[in-house]
């Protein structure tokens, strides 16, 4: 791997080079804008239930705050990286660096939430198990393989998401949205098939990036760059060095803007999220701390803005910082052997970091409304996957009417086919389950349960 052959513009499903002025990098931004796969995220959670009088985040928003912050990450990486003397005569090259690289990173900040299912982790929980609740079932079990059965029993939104990028549905394109190997390959935060799940492997290995049923698509990805094999059996490799700019854009939103939420709902205090904030950009060199309390005293008034304020410049501080420890680290990024993320790396920067994880935890994520959605989103998850699952799994004849309606539920592009195998049947169910909005979701729930009938 160098930094001459760890891109490509190439298309998965699609071997026509593009024709028109825009990159083939841009044009994957577009086509992830404009996915309804995409779109569904504005009624994804985040982290809180929407309130009815102030905003906050939701899947969609994340997303966008990641794009902006990967893309600033592309820019100053990028830069360096076209003037390294190896690249002196690669015009190539540095052009894809100087002017393209920012693209690949803001496409695969876009498509690195988009398989998330609705209610978030709930979502995922709720999925796994369900399967988990049949491991006893020896002639449920027996349906399935050894790397099936892992992928049922720890859905894996990042695995999803390869999935929606790439799959042809029934109806659809052949290899799904066609993106770029490049922007496939940035998305591959865990490189590896379920049955390679080791977390004591460091971040690359702790979850999993495929499913059984999308192999090939990874087998394509990985061969088209000269990635590092970890395991045949089971198959891992090393990271993508893109994977790291998308990883550290996605830590530094959540990690931050999370506070800036829990501020604007009333969780957390103004002092207390000035302080931590504060705590944080005093290990930044770069940060001018008398200036910033100047400004901060104009802005005394509006304690909504003094966050919003600083929660600015502790995203600047942390993607300069991540920039530069990228760059430190380039050698052992291209070999594949950074065991860590880039914002983990950050050892100045570690104490005051800990200490809001800290309190996101004690005080966010276990909040009174955060864990009552999380909660619900169980229930209503685990509801829809018992009787989509159970009325796919029955044999034709089995199927009572109301089995027969409950499949015909099912949109057509995901609808299964009765030869099918049970893992095929099971993951046209979870594409379509795992792609619902929450309201969605717990409307059809509703539905199903005969608690709500609804209108023509």
């Known amino acids: 791997m160098s930094w001459k052959n760890c891109y490509s513009p190439r298309r998965f499903g699609d071997d026509r080079m593009p024709e028109d002025a825009r990159s083939v990098y841009e044009r994957d931004y577009d086509r992830i804008i404009f996915s309804s796969a995409f779109r569904r995220l504005q009624n994804k959670t985040q982290v809180f239930p929407l309130p009815e009088r102030v905003f906050v985040h939701n899947r969609l928003t994340h997303s966008l705050e990641v794009v902006s ?91 999803n998401a390869l999935r929606l990028l790439s799959r042809q549905f029934k109806g659809r394109m052949k290899g799904g949205l066609q993106m770029t190997y490049t922007t496939l390959a940035s998305i591959l935060k865990y490189p590896c098939e379920s049955l390679a799940r080791d977390k004591k492997k460091g971040k690359h290995r702790s979850k999993y990036g495929f499913f059984q049923d999308d192999q090939e698509v990874f087998e394509a990805i990985v061969k088209e760059f000269p990635l590092a094999l970890d395991s045949e059996k089971p198959l891992a490799y090393r990271r993508h060095p893109f994977v790291y700019l998308v990883e550290a854009a996605d830590d530094i939103c959540y990690s931050i803007i999370d506070y800036e939420d829990a501020h604007r709902l009333g969780i957390l205090s103004f002092e207390e999220v000035k302080e931590d904030f504060m705590r944080v950009l005093e290990q930044d060199p770069n940060t001018d701390m008398s200036r910033l309390r100047h400004n901060l005293e104009n802005l005394r008034e509006d304690k909504n803005e003094s966050v919003a304020y600083l929660r600015a410049k502790v995203i600047n501080a942390l993607v300069q910082a991540c920039a530069d420890a990228f760059l430190a680290n380039q050698e052992v990024i291209l070999r594949g052997d950074f065991s860590t993320s880039l914002l983990d790396s950050l050892k100045p920067y570690q104490n005051a970091l800990k200490q809001i994880e800290k309190k996101s935890i004690g005080r966010i994520y276990n909040h009174d409304s955060v864990m009552k959605i999380e909660l619900a989103g169980f229930k209503i998850m685990s509801g829809l996957i018992e009787d989509f699952v159970e009325a796919a799994l029955l044999a034709k004849d089995d199927r009572q009417k109301r089995h027969q309606k409950v ?43 005969g608690i709500s009938v609804p209108g023509i």
Not at 93 to 112: E, G, I, M, T
Not at 424 to 449: P, W
């Open 69 to 159: 912050v990967g893309r600033s990450l592309g820019m100053i990486v990028g830069e360096k990286l076209a003037n390294l003397p190896s690249l002196k005569e690669d015009e190539k090259a540095r052009d894809f660096y100087r002017n393209q690289l920012k693209s690949v990173v803001s496409a695969a900040c876009l498509a690195h939430d988009l398989g998330n299912p609705a209610f978030g982790h709930s979502g995922e929980e709720a999925i796994s198990k369900y399967f988990l609740d049949r491991e006893h079932d020896k002639g449920f079990r027996a349906a399935f393989t050894a790397g099936e059965w892992e992928d049922l029993t720890h859905f894996e939104g990042n695995a």
């Open 407 to 449: 499949l015909a539920l099912i949109p057509n592009q995901f609808q299964f086919e009765e030869e099918d195998r049970p893992y095929e049947k099971v993951m046209c169910i979870l594409d379509f389950v795992s792609g619902m909005t929450d309201n969605y979701a717990l409307e059809l729930y509703r539905n199903l349960r």
